[in-house]
């Protein structure tokens, strides 16, 4: 096969730049007496929200952050997480309040979001900051990790291409409230012309290759293929997929991402690879999120 020609967003590096940088904030909050704290609330066993859970604290210990986690059975009842949440909501050693999701069995996730005080919902799940970030006072929202991290990546892929968002189409498969609504509302605010589109869309491949700019966040391994992409197209995807790798032997897995990495890459300016894209600048977002909170609330 050929070589890729995309040039690859790299989401170890750029991350490690911003966990750099919220490091030195940390560092300068320190001398004023303030550590950024970050409690993480997982309920059940989960082995994929265990491991994002797990790398959540250690990059939040590697900031220089207080970190909690809170590790609940998978049948905890709600009135005991909603009374846990609003413990972690007066702590004032506590700035940064994310509860893991999606929560097993009758748990209410919109409940659970809706308890968290929203100066302290470090993943920008709250009515109120999806709110403000709907109405265009972005500087005054928290945006959602996974969101912020991709923009970060467009913008490094808008500096390598020598393209500036304005005006350019973006295509948002997937509409969840975790991804794929919060990144319109961040592309719409850049001025891009924005298409969300969904599993009743009739001829998505036809959407997808509209985009200058397309976003996958529709969980489905390698839907994405390579006539799909305009070519040139900045592609992020945020897809984690685990999917079966009989070649690595009996009952081992590996992971994929939305799209058709090999296929893409010969036809995408710019492409997210999965693992090492997306995934690494959510963790690192969360923690730049964190210590915004601290630092708000320092005044
Ligand atoms: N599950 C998958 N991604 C996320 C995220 O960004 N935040 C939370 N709370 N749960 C998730």
Not at 26 to 47: E, F, M
Not at 174 to 201: E, M, Y
């Amino acid at each position: 096969m050929m070589a890729p020609t995309a040039f690859l967003l790299d989401g170890k590096a750029i991350s490690e730049g911003v966990l750099a940088q919220v490091a030195e904030g940390a560092r300068a909050l320190a001398k004023r007496g303030v550590k950024p704290g970050l409690a993480v609330v997982l309920v059940g066993q989960d082995p994929a929200s265990q491991a994002y859970v797990a790398s959540k604290g250690r990059a939040a210990l590697a900031c220089g952050f207080h970190s909690a986690q809170h590790t609940l059975p998978a049948d905890t009842r709600e009135a005991d997480l909603l009374a846990l949440i609003a413990r972690l909501n007066a702590d004032p050693a506590i700035h940064g309040v994310l509860v893991q999701l999606p929560l097993p069995g009758a748990l209410s996730a919109a409940r659970v979001i809706e308890a968290i005080a929203p100066q302290k919902d470090v993943d920008g799940l709250h009515p109120v900051n999806a709110g403000l970030l709907a109405t265009g006072a972005i500087a005054r929202a928290t945006v959602p990790c996974t969101p912020a991290g991709a923009m970060v990546m467009i913008d490094k892929a808008c500096e390598a291409l020598g393209l500036t968002l304005d005006g350019l189409e973006a295509v948002v498969l997937g509409r969840s409230n975790l991804v794929g609504k919060p990144i319109a509302q961040l592309l719409l605010s850049r001025n891009c012309t924005v298409t969300i589109a969904h599993s009743r869309t009739p001829d998505i491949a036809a959407v997808a290759r509209r985009g200058d700019v397309l976003i996958a966040a529709v969980g489905r391994a390698e839907m994405v293929r390579g006539d799909w992409i305009k070519p040139g197209a900045i592609v992020i995807d945020v897809g984690i997929n685990r999917i079966p790798a009989p070649e690595k032997g009996e009952g081992k897995t590996r992971l994929v991402g939305d799209v058709a990495f090999a296929e893409a890459a010969l036809r995408a300016g710019a492409i997210t690879p999965v693992p090492g894209g997306v995934g690494k600048m959510t963790v690192a977002m969360l923690m730049a999120n964190t210590l915004a909170a601290a630092q708000r609330a320092a005044g």
